[in-house]
């Protein structure tokens, strides 16, 4: 790497070497105490060369060097076009279904168009649910910090 190894390091460059880590362990490269002797290691450093102990011995082919940030993998799965982002919208699109269905429902029953209550339930809801998709959207794919 071409950084200074006595600056200091942040979360970002600790969830690479995590990821890195966890990529060695499923290679068959560190044993499970091997594992966790090193992310003692990772989470205990302060500058970069430090969280270099926690790789020197370690072979790069094979090993993906920019993981996503662990806040990137949470927006990542949300993001609409994911399973875990329909996942996320199944149960308001059933919400909306159902609500709706009462009110046309009630409103047949009583004549005329009632108070649009399911705005409560589908608005907010649907909101929240519109932002994080557009944090997912705009999240870059690498970390490049």
Not at 15 to 44: C, I, K, N, P, W
């Amino acid at each position: 790497m071409s950084h200074d190894s006595t600056l200091r390091i942040g979360d970002t460059e600790r969830e690479h070497v995590v990821a890195a880590l966890g990529q060695h362990l499923s290679l068959g490269h560190l044993t499970m105490d091997e594992f966790e002797s090193r992310l003692d290691t990772v989470y205990t450093a302060g500058t970069h060369r430090e969280l270099d102990a926690a790789l020197v011995d370690l072979p790069t082919e094979g090993v993906a060097t920019d993981a996503p940030s662990a806040t990137q993998r949470r927006l990542r799965a949300g993001a609409p076009w994911t399973p875990e982002g329909w996942m996320l919208r199944a149960p308001w699109a059933l919400t909306v279904t159902i609500c709706l269905v009462i009110w046309v429902s009630t409103s047949v029953a009583q004549g005329h168009p009632l108070y649009f209550w399911p705005f409560w339930a589908i608005g907010p809801w649907g909101a929240i649910l519109l932002a994080h998709a557009a944090m997912a959207h705009n999240q870059p794919l690498i970390d490049r910090s």
